[in-house]
T-cell receptor, first 114, second 117 residues
Framework: AQSVTQLGSHVSVSEGALVLLRCNYS??????LFWYVQYPNQGLQLLLK??????LVKGINGFEAEFKKSETSFHLTKPSAHMSDAAEYFC????????????FGTGTLLAVQP | SAVISQKPSRDICQRGTSLTIQCQVD?????MFWYRQQPGQSLTLIAT?????????ESGFVIDKFPISRPNLTFSTLTVSNMSPEDSSIYLC??????????????FGEGSRLTVL
């Protein structure tokens, strides 16, 4: 069975500050991990993904995430927040090669203050 | 990337009625997925729709409540039947990316926001 836990349903940062969105996973098989972003009134868009290659993954819009097996974590970071980063972010997990199902976390709503 | 169009984008429905959501993709895809996003909650997979066969439903979802059609490789519909206020959600259509399902890259439509009174 697989699951993801996102700590913090709401995160607020100042413009220019570090963004850190937390995601921990549980998986009985080597996982594939993903971050998706949902802007207001839009569908989800893939931000980045880990599929067993480099543990530090770079995505779009300056975001990156590091896969840490020992901590079962895949936290999303961005050095400097921009107002346009305000959105909801979802962490998701699937089983590598074993399943076609993505299991999503509950989401974290990021607010960026001027 | 795939371009996915959903109709309607939003609707307000009366209890006991049914509504069909359409999903059109700009390229042929093997599988299409229907998700539900309830208010303040995450996405839950309802079913996987393959062309030419019956949809595969996840635990907690049944065909009588959420019948799905998949007449060709670019189109699918999801019907929400006999609606109640608990069905108020955003319903999202998605398809896999070119890398296939194992890459986990799904493309999503903008969703259909249903409010049931």
């Amino acid at each position: 069975a697989q699951s993801v836990t996102q700590l913090g349903s709401h995160v607020s940062v100042s413009e220019g500050a570090l963004v850190l969105l937390r995601c921990n996973y549980s998986s009985s098989v080597p996982p594939y991990l993903f971050w998706y972003v949902q802007y207001p009134n839009q569908g989800l868009q893939l931000l980045l993904k880990y599929t067993s290659a480099a543990t530090l993954v770079k995505g779009i819009n300056g975001f990156e995430a590091e896969f840490k097996k020992s901590e079962t974590s895949f936290h999303l970071t961005k050095p400097s927040a921009h107002m346009s980063d305000a959105a909801e972010y979802f962490c998701a997990v699937s089983g590598s090669g074993a399943t076609n199902k993505l299991i999503f976390g509950t989401g974290t709503l990021l607010a960026v203050q001027p | 990337s795939a371009v996915i169009s959903q109709k309607p984008s939003r609707d307000i429905c009366q209890r006991g009625t049914s509504l069909t959501i359409q999903c059109q993709v700009d390229s042929q895809v093997t599988m299409m997925f229907w998700y539900r996003q309830q208010p303040g909650q995450s996405l839950t997979l309802i079913a996987t729709a393959n062309q030419g066969s019956e949809a595969t439903y996840e635990s907690g979802f049944v065909i009588d409540k959420f019948p799905i059609s998949r007449p060709n490789l670019t189109f699918s519909t999801l019907t929400v039947s006999n609606m109640s206020p608990e069905d108020s959600s955003i319903y999202l259509c998605s398809v896999e990316g070119r890398g296939g399902l194992n890459t986990g890259e799904l493309f999503f439509g903008e969703g259909s926001r249903l409010t049931v009174l």
